[in-house]
C-alpha cells in the first residue's frame, strides 16, 4: 500500500484517488506521524438499477413507443454512420490525386 505525505496527498489528490481505486486504498502520513487511510466505496448497487416511473400507458402503447424510439434512433446512427464514411472516402480519394505544382514565375 502506498503512503504519501500530507504535503504529497494535497498536490497530488486525484492520483492519490485513482491510485486508491486500483489498488483498494492509500494511506496519508501527517507530520506528527498520526496516519489516515483513503479507500473507495464500493457500491453493491448495479448502475442499471433505477426507480420507477409512474405512467398510465399501457403495456401495448409503452412497447410501441419504444420500439419507435429504436426505429428511430438506428436509422440516425446508420445515417450518421454513413455519413461519417462519406467523409473517410472522400478524404481518401483526395490525399490520392496528385497534386499540381504552380509553374514559378521567372523575373
Known amino acids: 500500500m502506498k ?12 492520483t492519490l484517488l485513482d491510485q486508491a481505486r486500483r489498488e483498494g486504498r492509500v494511506q496519508i502520513r501527517r507530520q506528527d506521524g498520526s496516519t489516515f487511510v483513503v479507500q473507495p466505496i464500493v457500491s453493491d448497487r448495479s448502475p ?4 420507477g416511473v409512474r405512467s398510465r400507458l399501457r403495456r401495448g402503447e409503452l412497447v410501441q413507443l419504444v420500439r419507435e424510439q429504436r426505429a428511430t434512433s438506428g436509422t440516425r446512427v446508420i445515417a450518421a454512420l454513413s455519413n461519417k464514411r462519406l467523409q473517410l472516402a472522400r478524404a481518401r480519394e483526395a490525399s490520392k490525386k496528385p497534386r499540381r505544382s504552380h509553374p514559378r514565375s521567372r523575373s
Open 3 to 14: 503512503t504519501y505525505t500530507y504535503s504529497e496527498a494535497r498536490q497530488r489528490l486525484a
Open 48 to 51: 442499471l438499477d433505477v426507480p
